[in-house]
C-alpha cells in the first residue's frame, strides 16, 4: 500500500511539473560552449519574453539586458532579431545576442554573451577629455573632420547632410580579447578616428576611470603581400557609364544604374582625396593604358559592378549595407603604394610596383569588408578578425566566378605576380591548412593573425565548393564531396549575414555554417554533412551527421571522515544532434561505464523511458554500490559508449 501511494504522489507531482513547464518557455545549450540555443516555446512567441528567458538560463545579472538592434526577414520568412548586450544601461562591446524564428515555428538562438562584469558603469572621465587622449595618441598633423572637402565626401556618400567624420565617443565595457568573462572588461570611451598619415582610422579605446589608452583597432581593412602582377587583367568588358556633354572628355565612370552608384576616380598618386578627379573618355571606348596605368581603372569600375551585381542577384543584397548606399573607388593612392583597403566608408587602391591591385577578386574582397561590417561586424583582431578576412577572400572569390567565368577564375587571391593568398592550398603561401596548425599565427603580429589565419576558413570554402581528400597537420585523414559554389557561397553568406556575432570565433562558423545548411537544404541533408566533413578537414570538430552524448560531471561520494562499503555513484549526460536526428528515441539503449584506479571497466546500460530532446541532460546512477571504505585516493574515469555517437572528445 505505502509503495503505490509513493508512486501514486510522483506521478501526481510529474503531472503537475509537466503541466507546468508547458507554459514556460524552454531553452536548451546545443553546444558545449553553451553559445548556441534551441527554444522550445508552446505559447509564446514574443521575442522579449523569448530573450528573458535566454538571460536567466545563461544565469545573466539584472544589470545585464538587451537592446534590439534591427528586425530582417529573410527568403525563407525567417524573423532575425539581432539584440546588443547592455550592463547598467551600458553597450558591452562584440556580446551580441541573435534570435531567430522560423515560419515553421521553430525558434533558435546564438550569440557571445558576458558575464560577471565587475567595473563601475560610472566614467569618471569626460567624453571631452578622453577624446584628446586618444588624438594625442595618434598624433595626426591633419583629422578628415578638418578637410572640408572630406566632410562633403561623407555627406555626399551616406547622402546625410549632417554626416561627419568627426568622432563621437561611445560608453563602452570593452576587452581587447572579446572573451566571454565580464571580470576582464573595463568602463571605455571608444572612439572611430580617421587621420592623415600612416593611422589613416584606428579605433581607440580609452580607459573612462584613469585615462589609459586600453588598447586600439586598426579601422584599415586591407590586403598584405609582397609581389608584382600583370598590367592588364580582364581583357575587354562591358561596362556602364555616364555621359558629360564635354566636347573630347564626353564619359566619366559612373554608374548610376546600380544602387546608389559606383564612382571610380582617380587620385593620381596624391594621398589626399579632396583632390580627386574623375577618368574621362571621348568615345566611352576606354583603351587607356599608359604609363600611368589608367587601365586599371577600367578593372575597378567593372569588377564593382560585377560585384554589386553578384551580392544582388546571388544573396539578395543591395550593396555592402543593403541600404542601396553609394559605391565608391579611389585608385592611383600614393606614389608605389602596394595595398588596397576599405575604410568603412569607401576603397582605396594602389599602383603597387606597376601593377595595380586592381583585381576583380582583390575588388570583390576590399568591398565584402563592408558587407560584414554591416551584418556581423566582426571584429578586426584574431578569431574574429581572420574570419572577417576569409569572408572577404571568399567572396573576392565568388565574385570571380561569377565575373569571368569557370574557365577563366582561379582560387589565387590577386593575380601573378602578386598573389596575396591560395584558397585551395594555403601551405604554398606560408598559410595554414588546419586550426592551430603549421603557419598558425599565435600572437598580436598583424592584428592576431587576420591575414594569415584566415586561410584556415578559405580551405573550408574550397574543399565545400570543390571537394577533396587528404590529412590535416594532427593526422587526421579527410574526404569532401564538393556541393559546388553556389551552394557553398549561399552558406557561408547566411552565417555571415544570419548567424554570427562581432567576436565569434572559429567554432561560431562552424555551428553557424552547419546551422545554415540546415536552414537552406535541409537537416539531414548531403550539403549539412559536406560542411560538417570540411570542417573536419581543416582540423575543427567530427566529420559526421551525428547523436552526440556528453559525458558531463559525476556526482562522487563526499564525507569529511570517511567513505562506507556501500556508495552510490551517479553520473549527469546531455544530448545534442549535429544535422540530424534531432530526438533520441525512448527506449534507446545506452552503454555507460566507469573504472577506478585504472582497475577493470563496469559497464552498464541504461534506457530511455521518454524522448529525449536536443539539448536536454539526463542523469544516471549506476545499479548497486562500490566499496570506497579502505584508506588511499581512487582515480575515477567514466565514459559513455553510444554507438551512434561519432563525436568521441567528450565521451569521457
Not at 24 to 34: C, H, L, P, R, T
Not at 130 to 141: Q, R
Not at 259 to 267: F, H, K, R, V
Not at 354 to 361: A, G, R, V, Y
Request: net charge negative; hydrophobic share 35%.
Amino acid at each position: 500500500m505505502k509503495r503505490f501511494y509513493l508512486a501514486s504522489f510522483a506521478s501526481i507531482l510529474f503531472i503537475s511539473v509537466f503541466a507546468q513547464s508547458e507554459n514556460k518557455i524552454k531553452v536548451q545549450s546545443i553546444d558545449a560552449n553553451e553559445n548556441w540555443y534551441q527554444i522550445k516555446s508552446i505559447e509564446s512567441k514574443d521575442p522579449s519574453k523569448i530573450t528573458e528567458a535566454i538571460s536567466e538560463y545563461s544565469k545573466l545579472g539584472a544589470e545585464d539586458q538587451f537592446e534590439l538592434v534591427r528586425m530582417e526577414e529573410d527568403a525563407i520568412r525567417t524573423q532575425h532579431y539581432r539584440y546588443q548586450q547592455m550592463h547598467s544601461g551600458v553597450k558591452i562591446e562584440g556580446a551580441q545576442l541573435l534570435l531567430h524564428i522560423g515560419a515553421n515555428g521553430k525558434i533558435k538562438a546564438n550569440g557571445r554573451l558576458v558575464k560577471g562584469i565587475q567595473s563601475t558603469s560610472q566614467n569618471q572621465l569626460s567624453e571631452a577629455n578622453a577624446l584628446n587622449k586618444a588624438l594625442d595618441f595618434i598624433g595626426a598633423d591633419q583629422y578628415f573632420w578638418e578637410d572640408p572637402e572630406m566632410e562633403t565626401l561623407i555627406k555626399r556618400i551616406k547622402n546625410d547632410p549632417d554626416a561627419t567624420y568627426f568622432p563621437n565617443g561611445d560608453l563602452v565595457f570593452a576587452e581587447e580579447r572579446y572573451s566571454q568573462d565580464g571580470s576582464k572588461y573595463g568602463l571605455n570611451w571608444k572612439f572611430d578616428i580617421y587621420a592623415k598619415g600612416e593611422k589613416m582610422r584606428m579605433i581607440v579605446f580609452v580607459d573612462a576611470l584613469n585615462g589609459q589608452i586600453s588598447f586600439t583597432q586598426s579601422g584599415i581593412q586591407h590586403n598584405e603581400s609582397n609581389g608584382v602582377a600583370n598590367t592588364r587583367y580582364h581583357y575587354e568588358q562591358d561596362i556602364i557609364t555616364d555621359s558629360t556633354g564635354i566636347l573630347n572628355q564626353g564619359f566619366i565612370l559612373h554608374d548610376s544604374s546600380r544602387g546608389g552608384g559606383i564612382y571610380t576616380y582617380n587620385l593620381e598618386e596624391a594621398e589626399e582625396y579632396g583632390g580627386a578627379v574623375d577618368f574621362t573618355d571621348d568615345d566611352n571606348y576606354w583603351d587607356n593604358a599608359n604609363d600611368e596605368i589608367d587601365e586599371a581603372a577600367g578593372d575597378t569600375h567593372w569588377g564593382m559592378e560585377m560585384t554589386y551585381d553578384y551580392f544582388l542577384n546571388e544573396h539578395g543584397r543591395n550593396s555592402f549595407d543593403n541600404q542601396g548606399t553609394q559605391m565608391v573607388s579611389y585608385i592611383h593612392y600614393g606614389i608605389n603604394y602596394f595595398n588596397a583597403f576599405w575604410n568603412g566608408s569607401f576603397m582605396t587602391f594602389g599602383d603597387g610596383a606597376n601593377n595595380p591591385l586592381t583585381s576583380i577578386d582583390v575588388v570583390g574582397h576590399e568591398f565584402s569588408h563592408g558587407v560584414t561590417g554591416n551584418s556581423a561586424g566582426l571584429i578586426y583582431s584574431y578569431e574574429s578578425g581572420a574570419l572577417n578576412e576569409s569572408f572577404s577572400d571568399i567572396f573576392g572569390t565568388t565574385i570571380e566566378f561569377y565575373g569571368l567565368g569557370v574557365d577563366s577564375a582561379d582560387w589565387m587571391i590577386g593575380r601573378a605576380n602578386f598573389t596575396l593568398r591560395s584558397m585551395s592550398d594555403p601551405n604554398s603561401v606560408n598559410d595554414p591548412d588546419t586550426y592551430l596548425g603549421s603557419h598558425w599565427v599565435d600572437g598580436e603580429e598583424d592584428n592576431g593573425g587576420v591575414h594569415t589565419n584566415s586561410s584556415v576558413q578559405n580551405k573550408w570554402f574550397y574543399l565545400l565548393s570543390e571537394g577533396g581528400s587528404g590529412s590535416t597537420d594532427f593526422g587526421e585523414d579527410y574526404v569532401v564531396e564538393g556541393v559546388g559554389m553556389t551552394k557553398a557561397g549561399a552558406i557561408a553568406y547566411r552565417n555571415l549575414s544570419v548567424y554570427l556575432t562581432p567576436s565569434s570565433q572559429f567554432a561560431d562558423a562552424r555551428m553557424g555554417s552547419v546551422q545554415s545548411a540546415e536552414d537552406l537544404y535541409g537537416a539531414c541533408s548531403d550539403e549539412v554533412l559536406q560542411t560538417l566533413k570540411a570542417w573536419h578537414a581543416v582540423g575543427i570538430g567530427a566529420p559526421f551527421i551525428s547523436k552526440d552524448i556528453d559525458m558531463k560531471e559525476a556526482e562522487l561520494p563526499v564525507s569529511s571522515c570517511y567513505l562506507s562499503d556501500s556508495e552510490s555513484i551517479t553520473v549527469t549526460l546531455k544530448y545534442y544532434h549535429l544535422g540530424c536526428g534531432e530526438t533520441l528515441a525512448s527506449g534507446t539503449v545506452i552503454p555507460i561505464g566507469y573504472s577506478v584506479n585504472d582497475g577493470l571497466a563496469v559497464f552498464e546500460e541504461m534506457t530511455l523511458t521518454e524522448d529525449l530532446q536536443d539539448g536536454e541532460e539526463f542523469t544516471y546512477t549506476f545499479d548497486g554500490s562500490i566499496d570506497l571504505s579502505a584508506f588511499g585516493s581512487y582515480n575515477f574515469d567514466f565514459f559513455v559508449a553510444f554507438g551512434e555517437d561519432l563525436v568521441s572528445f567528450n565521451d569521457t
